[in-house]
């Protein structure tokens, strides 16, 4: 198993912000990326739930300068090395996933969703001295980022 974060076709580590050139550079000429199915990679990392709030803006609030949303709906996917983790394995690969969590909500949609990719196994160490790392994004049809309603 090669040691790296973002691919395997290299015998050291990548950062992950590299990925997505990494893949075109892979491109063959049918778009293939170059991830056979008996590529093995290992990803470590910080793992994290990212968490989409959309909604409709209709007003501006009093206290500050700040779009108030109406909450329409809610997603959550993996975030991090478990997004670097899920699209390595999209790409045919065999994927192994390190990383730490909290004891809490955000932990446990986590594992469901990583348990849910057929050729990922994740190896999420609990700390229950800290939260599991959410990122919130706020979506709204007149602003990005918004205060909840």
């Not at 015998?11 to 590529?39: F, L, M, Q, Y």
């Not at 739930?49 to 300068?65: H, I, K, M, W």
């Amino acid at each position: 198993m090669h040691l790296v974060v973002t691919q395997c076709f290299a015998k050291h580590w990548k950062p992950a912000s590299d990925c997505a050139r990494i893949v075109n550079e892979r491109r063959g000429p049918a778009g293939h990326t170059g991830v056979t199915p008996r590529a093995r990679v290992l990803v470590l990392g910080d793992v994290m739930l990212d968490r989409f709030v959309y909604g409709s803006v209709a007003r501006t609030s009093q206290e500050a300068p700040v779009p108030v949303m109406a909450l329409e709906r809610t997603s959550t996917i993996p975030g991090g090395a478990a997004n670097v983790a899920r699209n390595v394995a999209a790409l045919g690969g065999r994927v192994v996933l390190i990383g730490v969590v909290g004891e809490d909500e955000a932990a446990t949609e986590l594992r469901k969703q990583l348990s849910e990719v057929a050729s990922l196994r994740a190896h999420l160490l609990a700390d229950p001295s800290r939260p599991t790392t959410t990122k919130t994004r706020y979506i709204g049809i007149d602003s990005r980022f918004c205060a909840p309603m």
